[in-house]
């Protein structure tokens, strides 16, 4: 259903600020009852981050109805969404430090972005999540249940007394050593199938070429969360482009 906005004296009343905005309606709007000054000010840092977007917007990387993060020719439908924090240094800000200091914030622009996904790119993520701590978690599990059989930990003590406790950390590197190469090795072969660097997409490339970057870095493949709904308010997270503002009716 489209959404319906009722306050008919706000600065942003049926504009594309307020599409872009995506608020779900007018009495929860965050920036409902803002002063003249700040409104305008508002409406400008709109107008900066419109100028770091590429001109069709993002939303395609939303409403899609087949997954973006597949690399085959035929993507699986939808059924999900993964979510990333965009930066951009732009425009510059300064900010003061409790002790006063100025400093320039890393990003002076935010946008969240949702991926249209499906349940075979989501598993991959998942599991490149969560295999280093898996493999740690078993090992410590195991290591201790090993060191509580008295006979074995007096046995290792038998050498010398801390034994028994540097095994257990020698165990502990080892699983995390060992996950961190399953994770790579997961990580090439996953990557034959899905868009793990989130920013080689074609749309999200784009941006990169605007100066977004990921706001959360994380190393050799993209840190998304995923959901099945869309993020239901939030600045470029509904439809822009037509009359309708922010319909969440897909
Ligand atoms: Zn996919």
């Known amino acids: 259903m489209p959404r319906t ?9 049926h504009t594309e600020y307020c599409r872009v905005l995506n ?9 409902a009852g803002r002063s003249k000054a700040d409104m305008e000010a508002l409406v400008a840092d709109l107008d900066a981050l ?23 020719e035929e993507p699986n439908p939808r059924t999900c969404y993964g979510l990333l924090d965009l930066g951009n240094r732009e425009p510059e800000r300064v ?4 002790i006063g200091l100025k400093t320039k914030l890393r990003a002076g622009s935010l946008l969240p972005v ?8 989501k598993k991959r993520f ?3 999540d969560y295999v280093v701590s898996l493999w740690v978690g078993v090992a410590g599990v195991l290591s201790i249940a090993l060191l509580s059989y008295r006979p074995l930990r007096e ?23 060992a996950g961190v190469l399953i994770r790579n090795s997961r990580v090439k072969r996953y990557a ?30 993209s840190k998304l969360i995923f959901s099945k709904k869309r993020l239901q308010q939030g600045l470029y997270t509904g439809r822009t482009k037509d009359g309708d503002a922010g319909s969440q009716n897909v």
């Open 155 to 177: 046995y290792f003590a038998s050498f010398f007394a801390a034994a028994p406790f540097l095994l257990f950390v020698a165990c502990m590197l080892a699983a995390w050593g």
């Open 114 to 121: 949702q991926l249209a996904a499906c349940d075979a790119c």
């Open 95 to 98: 900010v003061r430090s409790a």
């Open 23 to 31: 608020m779900a309606n007018c009495e929860t709007c965050t920036v």
């Open 192 to 221: 034959k199938h899905t868009h793990l660097d989130v920013m080689e997409i074609k749309k999200l490339s784009e941006l990169r070429e605007k100066g977004w970057f990921e706001l959360n870095p994380n190393g050799r493949y």
């Open 50 to 72: 419109k100028a770091l977007l590429p001109e069709d917007g993002v939303e395609e990387l939303f409403l899609s109805d087949r997954c973006i993060l597949c690399k085959k």
């Open 126 to 128: 998942t599991k490149l």
């Open 5 to 13: 906005y009722s306050n008919t004296a706000c600065r942003l009343y």
